[in-house]
């Protein structure tokens, strides 16, 4: 769904759509900051963490019901942000239970942790005058939707609060975003909210590489998938944007590769059958390796912050999507489940791990977490499939990928 000039009052509990100005331009101050300059001042997030951010690993921990505190927006009264094909709810989903879980990080040896609770006003002021971006495939798009539901909640504990008033304008033209011919979607989305400056980017890039037609005047050309070069949004848009959240994994594979035309080149040139990298696994480490390369050496001496947020694991049973499986059976994993006790390679993103060694971007490890959750996906509930065709790869919003939001919200103040 398009969204062009949108204001939206929170303070009343409804929607007002109306046209608006131009956000204002990146500051001085801004680039000056980027490149080691003074620091804005910002908000403090509210007080929930009782040991330091940098020493908690939110990646394990648990589980715990909590319907009083989520979940964190209501999937019906976010039509404006989220797809019809991810509110189960809204697909009459019988079963609810799925959406009041949070998750409670493991305690340290210094103490407890805790992830601050999440308020609208804090996130915008946190990221006053910035740019985030999200940069991968449909789960980065379910995460960047999640977040704007979550800055737009009218149930929030913020929702009757003036400050919460919240102008979003459509800013997409800015990142050159645009529908293309033959294309299903547009390039990305960018929305900007007014009063803070904040603006929130999802580009879609399912394997941040550089993909570039063979034969621009035919287009069902095969398409070079360059694997040491970055996808062109992230070359040209790197240095505009604060914070960057990367993921990549599901569409490295022969199907998707040969569904798309996909044809990997390196030095711009073909991959020969009999290379290394003619092999899938190999080259989809060696790609998400150059990237965070290219990344880090590109934000060396800036305040820039880069996440690679790791795999989001699938729950099919008894066949894949497109054979039969299923998950609607699926039951929340009990909460003493932990990194021993998850089969080897199930609750870690080696080839993130590996990428990353070396590199100034940063892990967000969401993997076991998500492991865990496999009841809380789409299954039959998704709008626009047949309920046959079950989907237990993509979450039902509101669910998991608010907390995957919230634990980047947590390293972004750390």
Not at 100 to 121: I, Y
Not at 262 to 279: A, T
Not at 331 to 343: G, R
Not at 349 to 371: C, F, M, P, W
């Amino acid at each position: 769904m398009a969204i062009a000039d949108i204001m939206v009052i929170l303070a009343t509990g409804s929607f007002l759509i109306a046209a608006v100005g131009l956000c204002m331009n990146i500051t001085k101050e801004r680039r000056e900051r980027d490149h080691g300059g003074a620091a804005g001042a910002a908000a403090a997030t509210e007080a929930a963490v009782t040991v330091a951010a940098e020493v908690c690993d939110y990646s394990v921990g648990e589980w715990v019901a909590d319907p009083v505190h989520h979940p964190l927006y209501s999937g019906k009264h976010c039509s404006l942000w989220l797809s019809p094909l991810w509110s189960c709810r809204q697909n009459n989903r019988p079963d609810l239970g799925y959406e009041s879980f949070r998750w409670q990080p493991a305690p340290t040896a210094h103490g407890q942790c805790a992830l601050a609770p999440f308020r609208p006003h804090n996130f915008l002021q946190r990221l006053k005058n910035k740019v985030l971006a999200f940069v991968g495939d449909s789960l980065a798009m379910q995460q960047f939707q999640s977040l704007m539901c979550m800055i737009t909640a009218i149930n929030s504990k913020d929702a009757h609060n003036s400050r919460n008033t919240v102008v979003v304008e459509d800013v997409g033209a800015t990142y050159g975003f645009k529908k293309l011919r033959h294309s299903r979607r547009p390039t990305g989305v960018a929305y900007c909210f007014k009063a803070t400056n904040t603006t929130l980017i999802f580009h879609w890039s399912a394997t941040l590489c550089e993909l570039q037609m063979l034969n621009r005047s035919d287009p069902m050309s095969a398409i070079a998938m360059h694997l040491d070069q970055p996808a062109a949004f992230i070359r040209d848009y790197l240095l505009k944007l604060d914070v960057l959240v990367l993921n990549s994994g599901h569409h490295w594979n022969r199907g998707k590769m040969n569904l798309n035309k996909w044809q990997s080149h390196v030095n711009g040139i073909p991959v020969p059958p009999k290379d290394y990298l003619y092999r899938i696994p190999n080259a989809y480490s060696f790609a998400i390796s150059a990237v965070a390369k290219w990344i880090s050496d590109k934000i060396e001496n800036t305040n820039k912050q880069v996440f690679y947020r790791t795999l989001s694991p699938r729950h099919f049973r008894n066949g894949d999507w497109d054979t039969g499986g299923t998950c609607d059976a699926a039951t929340f994993v009990d909460k003493n489940v932990t990194m021993t006790s998850i089969p080897d390679g199930l609750g870690r993103d080696l080839v993130a791990e590996k990428a990353l060694v070396g590199t100034n971007l940063q892990l967000l490890n969401i993997t076991l977490l998500s492991q865990l959750r496999g009841e809380a996906h789409i299954s039959k509930y998704g709008g626009g499939k047949p309920r046959a065709i079950q989907d237990c790869l993509h979450w039902c919003l509101p669910g998991v990928p608010d907390t995957w939001n919230e634990i980047l919200f947590s390293q972004i103040s750390s």
